[in-house]
């Protein structure tokens, strides 16, 4: 069958859009522009960052706060470092390549020993490092004035996180206190209720991690 002249530019027209449209999905995706971050989402069935914790884990809105990275959240409130070795599955199943994890304001407020949570979290690193995770730990954030009598016990926990961070290189430790605290204890205007985080509160945790999220 002869094609006519309409045919052939019909033709050739749908062909350029295709070396158009293919070229421009190389481009997005070498130079990282929109919309690679949709595409890069729909094709990869597994995430690059996973923020592991309790309430104040769950309650933040990782993807919003992080648009170009595909995070998974598991912070399950009321949750505590004995719990997360529970669940350890879940977070696995992420595959992701980084694990933010910040744990131990609950097992403070049932009465856990510092060293047992700590014990806890030894666990919880050498787990997400066996199964090659980059390991981030996040200090436990200081309570406001309404629960300021675990502050005590939560300054000796990141004690404790601080120097196996310094002892051992296999995670990195975060202090969320530099930037959410004065005079040791939780500013108010960044929690509603001298435990969780507002808006402005979890924005100062996103410009202190924004750097290692990458």
Same mark, same amino acid.
């Given at each position: 069958?002869?094609?006519?002249?309409?045919?052939?530019?019909?033709?050739?027209?749908?062909?350029?859009?295709?070396?158009?449209?293919?070229?421009?999905?190389?481009?997005?995706?070498?130079?990282?522009?929109?919309?690679?971050?949709?595409?890069?989402?729909?094709?990869?069935?597994?995430?690059?960052?996973?923020?592991?914790?309790?309430?104040?884990?769950?309650?933040?809105?990782?993807?919003?706060?992080?648009?170009?990275?595909?995070?998974?959240?598991?912070?399950?409130?009321?949750?505590?470092?004995?719990?997360?070795?529970?669940?350890?599955?879940?977070?696995?199943?992420?595959?992701? #390549?980084?694990?933010? *994890? @910040?744990?131990?304001? !609950?097992?403070?407020?049932?009465?856990?020993?510092? +060293?047992?949570?700590? /014990?806890?979290?030894?666990?919880?690193?050498?787990?997400?490092?066996?199964?090659?995770?980059?390991?981030?730990?996040?200090?436990?954030?200081?309570?406001?004035?309404?629960?300021?009598? #675990?502050?005590?016990? *939560? @300054?000796?926990?990141? !004690?404790?996180?601080?120097?196996?961070?310094?002892? +051992?290189?296999?995670? /990195?430790?975060?202090?969320?206190?530099?930037?959410?605290?004065?005079?040791?204890?939780?500013?108010?205007?960044?929690?509603?209720?001298?435990?969780?985080?507002?808006?402005?509160?979890?924005?100062?945790?996103?410009? @202190?991690?924004?750097?290692?999220?990458?």
């Amino acid at each position: 069958m002869r094609l006519n002249s309409s045919n052939k530019q019909w033709i050739t027209a749908a062909c350029v859009s295709l070396i158009l449209l293919f070229l421009y999905g190389v481009i997005t995706v070498q130079y990282k522009i929109p919309p690679f971050n949709a595409i890069k989402r729909f094709i990869s069935p597994d995430y690059e960052v996973v923020f592991i914790g309790d309430s104040i884990t769950n309650m933040a809105s990782w993807q919003e706060l992080f648009p170009s990275l595909k995070s998974a959240n598991r912070g399950i409130p009321g949750d505590t470092a004995e719990g997360v070795l529970k669940r350890m599955d879940g977070i696995y199943s992420t595959n992701a #390549r980084k694990a933010f *994890i @910040m744990i131990g304001t !609950n097992d403070i407020g049932i009465g856990t020993e510092v +060293n047992d949570i700590v /014990e806890n979290y030894k666990k919880i690193i050498s787990h997400l490092a066996a199964h090659g995770m980059q390991v981030y730990v996040q200090s436990t954030i200081l309570a406001g004035n309404q629960k300021a009598e #675990r502050n005590k016990k *939560i @300054m000796a926990l990141n !004690n404790q996180l601080k120097k196996m961070a310094d002892e +051992n290189n296999s995670f /990195e430790y975060i202090d969320l206190n530099t930037g959410l605290t004065k005079d040791s204890v939780l500013e108010a205007r960044y929690t509603p209720d001298g435990v969780h985080l507002n808006s402005s509160g979890y924005a100062v945790w996103k410009d @202190m991690i924004k750097n290692y999220v990458k």
